[in-house]
């Protein structure tokens, strides 16, 4: 007999949950979870596979603890005059916001967002115990700095998560709102940049925010820009007293050293890391266009993907394209779908078939 986990005696929140899972099919043109679909070039993998076949030797020592390497590094990579005890890392971003969450959230206590975003924040929110609040958006998926402040006056949550620009409609969001959302509540308010390399060069980061603001945390992430999804490296940078509170809730030693310094490696070469970015953005607005001249209705995109509505049947077109080897994403708005810009050939592969369906 086959049981399921909500047989067991798990918590009483979890029965009935669905785990995170985008489809991970084996097709040749995969654009459903934002990587960068370009590998690393062969300088920089030889540079990492050196590095961490030096490392390879001490593997029967614990790491750095602090990974004082490698939150220098960060550092630099991030100016605005931060240092080293501005910086934390851990294993992707999600790990990052869960230390955030199981530091600040926890049980009653509430967390809030505004939907549609990051499918996620949901499942780390109430892994902690806390409750989770979704926040409405307006024409198009933006988020005002008064209609952020009157929700986040009447739910008075413990943590705020704005992602920006926001995943999974690519939406920017002003530094105005986030300074009044900060200014509105005496929680953490996360801004997520996760897609912040793919925004216009002039758009501020929210790191420019944080000087007088220790509620505030930037977090970003090696998976998307930095094409390093696989590593599995995030970062954030706050106030220097925000990361010691995190030092209270990570696992010892969570930062392998092989991880280390594979991205100490390449960050010394964040310049090549980031080269394929203006293609990706050049493609990025090629799927706008091309999706706009074909009837649907692409959404502003500061991010590396394009939301698009007009889509008649999101599951039958996830279908015919997955038939053709081509992977998107059904976020699971009505009407709309997700796809990745890829290189010049996939984003192209995508368009023709997508053009390519009698429906
Ligand atoms: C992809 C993504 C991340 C990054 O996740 P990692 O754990 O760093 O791979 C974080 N936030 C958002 C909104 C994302 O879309």
Known sequence: MTISFSDLPIRDEFRGMTPYGAPQAPLPVALNVNENTHPI???????IVDSVSLAVRDLNRYPD????????????YLGHGLSAENVWAANGSNEVLQHILQAFAGPDRTVM??????????????????????????PDFSL?????????????PNVILLCAPNNPTGTPLPLDVIAAVYDATDGIVVVDEAYFEFAPHDAPSALTLLDGRPRLVVSRTMSKAFAFAGARVGYLAADPAFIDALRLVRLPYHLSSLTQVAALAALRHADTMLAT???IVEQRDRISATLTALGYRPYES???FVLFGGVADPQATFLALYERGILIRDVGIP????????????????LDALASLEF
């Open 113 to 138: 967002g505004f939907g549609p975003t990051y499918s996620m924040y949901p499942l780390l929110t109430q892994a902690t115990g806390a409750q989770w609040f979704a926040g409405e958006r307006g």
């Open 41 to 47: 070039p062969d300088d920089v993998a030889t540079d």
């Open 335 to 350: 009407g709309h779908m997700r796809v990745s810009a890829g290189t010049e050939e996939e984003t192209t592969a995508f």
């Open 302 to 304: 500061w991010t590396n």
């Open 277 to 279: 970015v203006d293609n």
């Open 65 to 76: 603890r602090e990974f004082s390497l490698l939150r220098e590094a960060f550092a630099g």
């Open 144 to 156: 005002t700095a008064a209609s952020a402040v009157a929700q986040v006056e009447e739910v008075n």
